[in-house]
Structure formats: structure tokens, C-alpha cells
């Protein structure tokens, strides 16, 4: 029998907890779309047959037409004699005039013309959209990870509910709105060069001309998972690591390695790489974000070769094996993924798996050989404290001006690390490593800050 | 058979002792290098010392010849004697060592404790920097307030060391001025007065080994607990000793450490885990009397709790925090890197990324650098004529 206590597992609750993340930056949108509503609300009433600038056009035109009648009568001879000087002047005025009404007569047509354009414009603006629905929906969407939370069998309830074809619909147009959100908010460029970061790292032995490559990483594309296909997600700071698996199937495909790796064991092979170049923050991605408890995507899709319950027991192996100096402090942080992992597979009704011992022997012997090949790109473990610390002072409320810039793998580790330690600061740790990430490494904290403390009570 | 009175005889002792502390300002060079080395270090307490003395011996001189020899003059004499002898021996350790730094006899060690302390006073009270000798072993002399290293020693790993006589002279020397009573008081004294007789010598060097870690990080514990201290001594010294027995030193380093990360883990629970390691490893075949007890640890952490707030309280400029610059130096230290062009770091750095390359290199069996020394050496070069340059803008 499924273990469905009331307690939410801490992969369930991150993944909830993203989702209504995206949702509040979903909700930025809605308001910036009221926003720009209102602006084309102001240029329709401008443009358009009833607005104001018909309105001055009409007066313009009958005041110039008033002015040239007058003018006419003057110099039609019948009531006035005028001087020959004053009748050219009167003559020179009057073909000003009409100059004047053909001018405004070409502004009403060119006015005509840009509002006609506008229209086009407005039809096809996110801002025409009706915010309200939009509201309605986003609050209701809310209220849903309200009751996932509170259901007794949340993961059942998260499993029907997220993946039922309704919701996908909707989910999929959050993910629209979310990345409008994403991209109107700014993150988009730092995250772009936090992931190109990452990637160079990752595909340092492919050489200089893989350094230019992008990172397969797009705003509409959906994620591996078919679980929370939802841009915002991929945007955050929390799935940044995930390129590591695509980054590694790319060496693995550009590469000559040794090792026999057969296609189903190429999977493993490319979390273990992902693994070994950006350390725990892989592994705590790939289980909290990505990868499905229930195995139901393999099901969904039996013709991925690998179910994501053996890939994720393979991380869990071979994360403490990562560096045999650091095996306790790996092992403890393995033991900190495997918990919740457990208790999601449990409330699921899955048992456990065991990784085939020919797989494990071929993926040892690939990271063997690139232990030997590559070990300038391998994850140091010997900074994980100085993360664990960062992590700290992130989900701390102290000041950040005194803390360097930090190479996105060490902002990563940091905010994983730190997300698993303080669960309820979650949306902190993410606004404050966000900051932290806007900062450029190299950059030097402002001048005295935090170096040395300020002498008290002397 | 007459013999001589004793007023002649102590007459006598203290003309002897007179034509002594003059035949000093004979002996002692006043030219050249190593006298203005002399004179710059010590010259005018030292000087005034030699005056309090002759003037004491004339005093004492004087009373003799008017009211003639008595009990408690004699004992005056033979503590004039020993006080004499105190201030001729510091000043002859002065004098030698002045003579060995002016003749490049220390390679430079002295230069660089010079350095080293003016940098740590820089962060509380420039006044405080005290010049350095030469000497037999690391310590402060009351008398001309002068610091001694030990030449040869460790090198630069144990120039934290000095780190711990800075607390000395921070010890007799802090004042912080309290503009609500409009009073000056002594920011350690009332930690110190927790303590009387002869413990007292011994809190003094409980906190200046905590002095050291607060201000430098894991490098003191590291020359302490791998190179100095001795894992068979036992942990609770007899009240005759100067110091703390060695496993309580130890000890109080280490609380210190994990104090200065809330106990949480940081950047030192690695540098926690190897020493508590390597001592306990090192204890292996001490005796029971070797190790902390429970008893003796309570009353440490009653003793560190109240010295951390002192600290904490007063000398919280001086407090050392982790920088990220570390891991730089780490990686120039391990060679193939360079130090990136903001990298903005301290001495206090260098010598906790050298210790970090070091105890790397002993936990994995693998060869130190040759050069990690002398690029440390550089980078600490470099750091202070940064400081310097800084100094002067």
C-alpha cells in the first residue's frame, strides 16, 4: 500500500513550490498586461473615427474653411475696393490657407491609415487579452497546488491533476506568460550567461570551437519531463543545472571515448558526466525537478530507454563516489536526496530498483576515463563547505554587498544545497541568489565591505 | 681579625652595580646599523629603564650612608640586583638581536613579523605594531614590549605565531575610551580578572591563542595543533607553567574556529575535521592526563564563552572572515593559476590557503610544491605592498 501521509515529501513540495513561483511571475504579467491595456486603451481613444484628434481635425477644418469663405467675399470686388497691395496680400493669405486645409485633409488620411495599422497592432497584442480570465485562471491554478498540498494522496492528486490534459493546456499558456514574465523581467539575460557558463564548462573537451555553442535551452521548449513542461521552470535558477545532461549527451556523441557506451547506457553515462562537472547540484536538480518517481514518463513513452527511477539511483550512487576525500560529506548529502526520493517512490506505491551491475561497471570505467582525461573540469569538492556557507548566508537575511560573485556551478551547489536546509526560504534563497547572480565573478565587493568588521564598543 | 661593616660591603655592591649599568651604554653599539636598529627598536624604554635603576641604587646608597644597613634594605639590594639583571638581559637579547637583524643574520624573518604585525594592528590601533628580534623563542618582553621570533623557525609556517604575541600587546595595551563616564578602561582585564595568581599568566595565553584564530582563521590552529604542540603533555598544566596545558590550547583553537561559523558548516568545518583528526590520531597513544576531560572542558567552554564575547565586543575589527580570494590563492599555491587582477586579499589569506594546500597534500599522500612556500612568500609580499600603496593614497 502506497505510504500516502499527510506530510508533503520535499520533492513534491519544491516541485509545488515552483510551479507557484512561476505563478506569481505569471501574476507580474497580468498586471504589466492591465498596464499596457490601458495605453492602447489611450491611443485608440487618440486614433480612432470618435477620438480626439478627429475631434481637433473637424474644428481645424472649419475654422480654416470659415477664415478662406471670409476671404473670397473680401476679394470678390462687390463690397470692398481694396488697394492693389492689399488685395495680393489678401490673395497671398487665402492660397496659404487652402495650403493649410489640403495639409489637414493629408493628416486625416495618414491618421486614418496609422489607426487602421493600430488596429492590427491591438488585435494581435498579449495585452489585448482579457486579463481577468486570466486572473480567474491563474487563482484557480493556485488554489489546485493549494489542494494538491492538502490532499492525503498529493502525489496521486499531482499525477492526475498536473498531467491531465486540461491542465497541460493551461499549463502550456503559463508557460507562454512565463516566459513574457521571464523576459520582461530581465532574468532572461543572466540566466543566459549563467547557462552558457555552465556549457562552456561542460563541453571544455570538445575544444575551443565548442566554446561558441548555445545551450539547448529555449523558452518554449519543453523540458525532458512530460510532467510541468512550463518555461518559467526552466528559466530558474533551480533548473539551471539541468544542461548538464544535454551538454554531456553532446560530448558523448562528439567524443571518443574508450568505454563501450551502447544507447540505453548513454543516458546514465551523460547524468554521470553532468555529475562529475557540476557536483550535488546536478543530482538535487535532476531528482527534485526532472525526473519521475513513478517512472509513468517511460510508461507514457516506452520508447525512452532508461525509466528515470534507475537513472536517479545511479545519481544517488555516485554521488558519494565523486571524490573519495569528500566520500562522508558526499554520502551525507546522497542520504539528504535519497529521503525524500524514497518517500516520494513510497507515496507512489513503487518500490526500489537496483541499477544492473554491467551498467554500473560501464559507467564507473567512462568516468574513470574522464577522471583521467578531464580532471580540470571536475567538480571540486574540496569548496562544498565554502558553498554550504553561501548557501547560509543566502538564506540568511544579512546584507550580500560583502559576497563575491560566484562561478554559476558554486551559485548552484549553493542554493541546492541551501534549499534542502531551510525548505520554507525557498523563494528568499532564489530572490537573493538571483541578485548575487546579476554580479559578474571577478567584480570586488564594495570597497570595505565586509572584509573587516567595524570595531564595536571601543 | 676586623671584618668589613655592612654598610661598606653593601656600599660596595652598589657601586659594582652601578659601574655594571654603566659599562651597558659602553657595550651596547650606539652607531651604525645595528645601533640605529637598537635605538629605533627599544632605545628610549630601555634607556629609561637603565635611569630608574641607577636612580634606585643611588636612593638606596644614600640611605645606607645615613641610617646604615638594615633588614629590609638588603632585600632591597638583592631585588635591585635581580631587576638589574632582567633589564641588562633584555637588553643584551636586544642588542644581539638588533646586531643578527642588522647583519641579515634572520633572512628576512624578522622584516617579515614586522610586517605581518603592523598589518594585524592596522586593524585595530597602528600604535600597537611592535617591532621584532631575533630570539631563542617566540615571546613579548614586558620590559622593552618588543616581540621575539624564533630564528630559525618554520618559516611561513609559523609566522602565525606572532599572531599570538600581537595579543600580548594587545592584552596590556587596549584601551577603549567610554565617552558615557568619561572614563578609559581596559577592554581584556575584567575576562582576566576571572582569573588570580598564577592562572592568570595562563588565561593570558588561553586568550591570545584565541586572539590568533579570531584574527587569522584556521592557519594558527594549524601551525599550532600539526607543528607545535605535543599530544603526550598534559591537557591541565601545573600552576608553575606559563601555558595552558597543550590539548586545552588545542582545544580552544578549535572551539574558536567553529565559533567563527556559528557552529554551522563553512569554510573551516574542513580545516576543523583534518585537526581534530590529526590530534586525535596524534593522542593515540597518549595518556589519560594527555586528553580534555569533561570536568576541564566545561570550565574551558565557561572560559571561551566569556573571552568570545569579549572579542566579539572589542575587537570585532579584527575578527577574520573567509574570503572567496581563498580559493585564488589555493589555486596559485597549486600551481597554473595566476592571481586574477581584482584579486583583493590579505596575509591572513595566504597563510590559510597555503595551510589548505598543505593539509591537502598530507591527506592525499601527494608532494607539496617546492616553490608553494616561496609563492606564498610572494603573494604575501605582494599583499603588503598593496596594503602599502593603499596606505599612502
Known sequence: MPDNGARLDLILSIRLDLLEQALDEVEKVIVAMGDQRQRLDDVEQCLGPKGHIV?????????????????????????????????????????????????????????????????????????????????????????????????????????????GRGQKLFTRYLELLGGMAVRGFGIEGDMVGDAQALYRLLLQPLGRAAQGARPQRSLYLPMRTRHIPLGYLHWSLWALPLVGRSAGEHVLDKSTFHTPIDDRRKLFCADAYALYVLGPSYAHAALFLELDPDDASHDDAPDQLLPDSLRAQALLEQLPKLDENAEDELTEIAGRLAEPWGQARRALGVGDVTVDEADRKVVDRFLDEVRQSYPEIAYDTRWLNEAQQLGAKLAGSESLDAVAANHPRDLVTAVWLARVEHPARARHLHERAEELARRKPGVKPPEGAGRTRLRKGA | MRSPQPATVLLGRIQLEQQRLNKVHEAVPSEGLAGALLDQLAGDRIRALLTDAQQELKKLARDVTRSGVTSPRLTTMANLQTATDRVLSEYLALALGAMARAANADLGACDEADRFIQE?????????????????????????????????????????????????????????????????????????????????????????????????????????????????????AEQTRTHPGDASRVYACLWTLRKMQDGQKGPYSRFLGRLSAAWQALQDGAEQRARVDKQAERALISDLSACWVTLEKNLGSVRYEWSASVRDLVGVLEGGKTVPDSGDYSSADVLNAAWFVRLDAWSSGSHLRDECEQDARSLLQAAWERQRSGDAR
Open chain 1, 55 to 163: 475631434n481637433r481635425e473637424k474644428a481645424v477644418k472649419t475654422a480654416v474653411g470659415d477664415a478662406i469663405n471670409r476671404l473670397e467675399i473680401v476679394l470678390d470686388g462687390d463690397s470692398l475696393e481694396l488697394e492693389s497691395d492689399d488685395a495680393n496680400r489678401l490673395q497671398d493669405a487665402l492660397e496659404r490657407l487652402s495650403a493649410v486645409k489640403d495639409a489637414i485633409d493629408l493628416l486625416a488620411t495618414d491618421r486614418v491609415a496609422a489607426h487602421k495599422s493600430f488596429q492590427d497592432v491591438s488585435r494581435w497584442s498579449v495585452a489585448g487579452l482579457a486579463d481577468m480570465e486570466l486572473a480567474e485562471a491563474a487563482d484557480e491554478y493556485r488554489k489546485l497546488l493549494d489542494e494538491i498540498r492538502d490532499d492525503p494522496q498529493p502525489w496521486q492528486r499531482y499525477e492526475t491533476e498536473l498531467r
Open chain 2, 120 to 236: 594585524l594592528a592596522g586593524r585595530i590601533d597602528r600604535r600597537f605594531a611592535r617591532p621584532t628580534v631575533p630570539g631563542d623563542h617566540e615571546h613579548l618582553h614586558r620590559a622593552a614590549d618588543v616581540v621575539r621570533r624564533r630564528v630559525p623557525d618554520h618559516g611561513l609556517w609559523d609566522l602565525p605565531v606572532m599572531a599570538h604575541e600581537f595579543g600580548h600587546v594587545v592584552v596590556s595595551g587596549l584601551q577603549a575610551y567610554d565617552a558615557v563616564h568619561d572614563t578609559i578602561r581596559r577592554p581584556v582585564e575584567p575576562w582576566l580578572q576571572r582569573f588570580t595568581g598564577p592562572q592568570r599568566q595562563q588565561a593570558t595565553e588561553l586568550f591570545c591563542d584565541v586572539f590568533a584564530t579570531y584574527a587569522l582563521g584556521p592557519s594558527y590552529p594549524c601551525t599550532l595543533v600539526l607543528h607545535r604542540l605535543d599530544p603526550t603533555a598534559s591537557a591541565v
